[in-house]
């Protein structure tokens, strides 16, 4: 510990009368030592960490909550659904459910600087809903990367035969004698009669992300072979993810500067560009404007607003709880989430005006209904109807490779914080990773890339395609809406909606604006006690409305239930797991206590547990080695090096409570 200069020590020093010798090579490296602890400590937490500033927060929960799904899902949803018309059932779903589920994963997160698993202490048996999250951010962020392999290899292809595009024309290996492009003939031919004398006619981009990108095999039952091209692109693709998490939140939170922004200006470009083009009020008219409210007495439409609405905003996978955890304790979390939440579902509607206003330019060209031009479901939009759009632009390499760079950095932002859930939660949850916290974190992402590389090759072979169609269907719609459900049962009614208020009240800090607090309420506090219904309501229309999939075989279809049931499965097995297992006494006793928030539940720091009258953890030795259930003639359950990985106060000198002691 550093010792104090008095006054006369002072004097010496402002009168130059006192002259220090030069400091040893010794003592430099001590000097350079303290100032790297010194800049260690800036952070509120010191083992955990926080963000740099909120910029970097901010910019990483946007980024995270804006992804793939803004640009390709939501505008085919839209226009599937009524156009226009779906934005009732969006906006409905987003202030009943998504918002207030949104903020309250965010804000456990930060009040207890915990993931998604851990932070259930607040009820123990319902720790499975932490499992189910990051069993659903595991199984997504497989395919995920397999959807941003594909764009990385249309980056590159979009160099490869300049200044033209490879998916133009019909003219090479791949093509079949179905492809029709009125770019092969001359002016002279008349291509409205050819196109319309062969209706089922396939466009070349189509034919290339088939045929030869993918070389899509005509079912699932048929696996094919996995060519070293998409392999690589598939290692590429996670090499830039573990590249952004190689030091945690210190270099993520400097990637998303680039990653987070660099999306709305090339989106901006694109739409700029889209709206100047003959034809844009075809696709923007399509999309927006055409209306079709018959649509609204649809329980599917309803279905599908409040699965997107999950999707988009990420809410309930476990990536909000990890990404607020490392926020400071008095963070003001209310405004920043009902900011990014609203600015994550402005930002679908603003990139499907540049996605239509470019495909009503295509189908103005080709003199096809909009809803022909391409396939515009799902990957469709995105590498077969788009890229045919680009091809027709003038300079059509530059503009693929602006967007399929855009596409790039909207997965990374997603795909880094899918990872950094599962890390994060596997270091909190595990004593022996967080007792070594400084080498796991290097570890553990390792391990986890690697095994997640290897889970993606059946994705990559020629049955891919389908692969990936089967877990998009199963894996997150419906076990979100259920997790996001339980989630706001078991806060509201288990946990407590007044004991959750007070703990906000403590970490929002005082605010004595009575607006703010009547904000609160009617955004958070109120829709969480409707959300259960109305997710429960979505619930039930889907189950009554559900027709199996033709696409599938019956095994598929059995393997995708399986794939939705895995997520499930944690919270149901969870729980007489716990009952079994955990504590002693009799099972009503056990159950009792399973309902009631763990001694070790709330904030990670002792002056914040002091503030929310929370007990203070009860001793911390000057290494930072901390008791929680200390033991007759045992000075220390944990290891001194504890200090290295425990989510608590690490009583650091001028952070230390003065009664932790005790």
Known sequence: MAQKIDDGQADLWASNKFQPAEPSTTEMMEMKSKKTEKKKSEDENSVRGNWSNKAEFILSSLGYAVGLGNVVRFPYLCFKNGGATFLVPYATMLLVAGLPIFYLDMSLGQFSSLGCVSLWRCAPLFKGLGWAMLAVSALVSIYYNVIMSWAIYYL??????????????????????????????????NTTALRMMNPNATSPAAEYFMNAVLQVSPSIEETGTIHWYRAVSLLLAW????????????SAGKVVYFTATVPYLLILVLLIRGVTLEGAEIGIRYYIVDVDWDKLRDPAVWQQAAGQIFYSLSAATGGLHTIASYNKFHNN???????????????????????????????????????DVGDASGPGLAFIA??????????????????????????IDSMYVLVETVVTAAMDEFRYLSLRRRVMKWIVPVVYCTTAFLLGFPLISQAGLHWVGLIDDYSANIPLVIIGLLECLVITYVYGLHHYYSDMKVMLGKQDSLPHWVAFWCIVLLPLIIAPIALGLVVVLYAWKYEPSTAYPEWAIVLGWLITSASLACIVFYIPYYLFTEGQGSFTSRLKRSLRPTPDWGPALNRFREEANYKLFPTISEKGAVNFYPKPGAEYLYTESVSQGVQCDMGNGNDAYEGESQ
């Open 156 to 189: 590159f292809a979009s160099f490869s035969d300049l200044p033209s595009l490879p998916w133009v024309g019909c003219k090479n290996e791949w093509n079949t004698d179905s492809c029709f492009d009125e770019r092969d003939y001359n002016s002279t031919v």
């Open 239 to 250: 090499l830039l993810v573990y590249c952004c998490i190689i030091r945690g939140i210190k």
């Open 333 to 371: 979390l209310f405004t920043d989430a009902v900011a990014i939440a609203l600015m994550n579902c402005l930002t679908s509607i603003f990139a499907g005006f540049a996605v239509f206003s470019i495909l009503g330019h295509m189908a103005f060209q080709v003199g096809q209904d909009i809803k």
């Open 386 to 411: 788009y890229p045919e759009a680009l091809s027709r632009l003038p300079i059509g390499p530059f503009w693929s490779i602006l967007f399929f760079f855009t596409l790039i950095t909207l997965a």
